[in-house]
């Protein structure tokens, strides 16, 4: 929680019809001034420099639903970007283009990071940018996502005043108060105008109390104007790459990509300028087709802020490059909305849009789905695109379109944000298919009457490749007994599990012997059987219930180790094994096998060797040399690992681990050294999500489980 001095306090409002209600009052760490504008929340767990310099949140109240912010502090606003020289380092924009930032938690002067300068509220008050914390976001999103987009209000505290407290009652004014006014109307110094008999303390003690009182302002609907005009450039300039990387055209002048700045991002031109191409950013209404020549190789539109319909002009110079085919164009953002306007299409104003850097879109020419960064509330209606368009990227969560392409020319775009800053790099490919379309289409120019070919092979191949595994009954293994507070991923995970099986219709049998959990909570999973995990009871809940399918990845060390012990048996029972194949769970308990597969990618690895004993663990630490860590395989939360500075400490450690596992891995020691986890979920397809990464508080050494982790890092 922020310490600061004398801080005062800030009212949230929102617009409910024609009424206004007060939605709460929190503590004030920006700029001391109200503002107004359209309330949106974001998801993005990290990234709120990147995010809050973002042009396309110009006029929004930004929400983020994240509850610890402003704990990495601020990068210097002094620093240049090593490729685009002029422009900042860290930020997306010259300024924070945010409204009002409202947030839960804030560390206030706390904060830590190598590139900090200065905190997050001391940023906002040099850019004149209010701010508040003590909100519960959480209900406040909910209200979002209910009732769609709002607008909002941020009104500063202009002072206080006496408030009538009946029976030594007031009305809080609490930073998480629910809907209706936090403050009473006060008249003539009492509360609903209520007269105090014999003085203000009344004959039963009825006293007055400080109340705040707030600015009133007027509120202001973003999205009716052209935002636009606010965040582009005022004039043409030129960003050129580093001459050993630079693109040239057969006539010797650099490959040229005119990019229409419509609210661009400082990452979008990076990802241009650093895959060798030159750059002219022209302002939003520059009539480019008229006035940049002919010797330029490619069209970039760029995101942006607001309603794109209001884009005419822009709209009319994209339609005139599109009927001279002559190069290719790609749109991000707006920029792939005012490319849809272009071709004929409509687009729409979203219930509260997609904001976050965590949100799945599907390729529908490969199949293949990727996590992707966004930040949009319109979206084309893909029911209107002309008969020579096709939808390309689709939202896996609203099934909303998320990018387009023409079918018989080098045109295309994606609603979501490739160029990532913050999030996910999944899909900046896009910026290496554009640049290798231009370079394709300065080869030969016949490619412009041929469509964008992108990466991942077809949709039905892959499908084939890999078909989808047909099961209406499995089973899933908790973990083994457990005390209150142990072992709370495992219950997540699990319960997740549970929920998607069920939401595909499969019906779900879990084995948990633990009773205080969310995975046998009643009614998440079909049937229950609070039995110990262990393979004579699995064996038997498999001959009576004949499942299809098993997973053995959700209850941690004691499942897996069930999985091992079963493996030959599965086929046997009629059991196949869902998720991670039992192979693989072998070679990540075999330390052995895991430090030679780790050797085998080229992960480096501490130096290592594995023991069946006393006398080859000896033999192991004289190649190795002390210090050393023992690991011991198949045992449950580190049981029987630590670490040895000598002979006798290795024996001590050795006695213990052979008595919980039948091998050990002798380890160079790596104590002290920072341990940071990455929690990777991968599929039959390939698709990989990197759900977090966590850092593990305690020193290296000590078992996950054991340790305090921040996640994410």
Known sequence: MATTQQSSLMALEVQDGDRAVRFCEGTSFGADRSVAGELVFQTGMVGYPESITDPSYRGQILVITFPLIGNYGVPSREDRDAILKDLSAHFEAAEIHIAGLIVASYSGEEYSHHLATSSLGTWLKEQNVPAVYGVDT???????????????????QTGTRKMLALNGAVTPSGAAT??????????????????????SNGYFGNKTKDVPVFEEIDWYNP???????????????????????????????????VCVDVGLKYNQLRCLVKRGVEVEVVPWDYDFPKLAGKEYDGLFISNGPGDPALMTDTVEHIRTTMDEARIPIFGICLGHQLLARAAGADTLKMKFGNRGHNIPCTNLLSGKCYITSQNHGFAVDADTLPNDWSELFVNANDHSNEGIRHKDRPYFSVQF????????????????????TITDVIKDSSKMRTPVKFPGGDAAANAAAKPRVNVKKVLVLGSGGL????????????????????????????????????????GLADKVYFLPVNADFVRKVIKLERPDAIYCTFGGQTALSVGIKLKDEFEELGVKVLGTPIDTIITTEDRELFARSMESIGAPCAKSKSANNLEEALEAVETIGYPVIIRAAYALGGLGSGFADNKEQLIDLCNKAFAASPQILIERSMKGWKEVEYEVVRDAQDNCITVCNMENFDPLGIHTGDSIVVAPS
């Not at 104007?225 to 960003?239: C, E, H």
């Not at 142990?486 to 948990?512: M, P, R, V, W």
């Open 223 to 257: 999205n009716v104007r052209n935002l636009v005009a606010d965040v582009s450039t005022s004039k043409p300039k030129v960003y050129s790459p580093d001459a050993s990387i630079a693109l040239h055209h057969p006539s010797g002048r650099p490959v040229r990509v």
């Open 417 to 436: 944000h490739p160029e990532s800053a913050p999030g996910p790099r999944d899909t900046e490919f896009l910026f290496d298919v554009f640049i290798s």
């Open 483 to 522: 005390s209150i507070g142990q072992a709370g991923e495992f219950d997540y995970s699990g319960s997740q599990a549970i929920k998607a099986l069920k939401e595909e219709g499969i019906y779900t049998i879990l084995i948990n012997p633990n009773i205080a959990t969310i995975q046998t909570s009643k």
């Open 138 to 156: 959480r209900a406040l999103t909910k209200r979002i996502r209910e009732q769609g987009s709002m607008l909002g209000r941020l009104l500063k």
């Open 178 to 199: 629910p809907t209706g006014s936090a403050t009473p109307a006060v008249q003539n110094g009492h509360a609903n105008g209520l007269a105090a008999p014999n003085g």
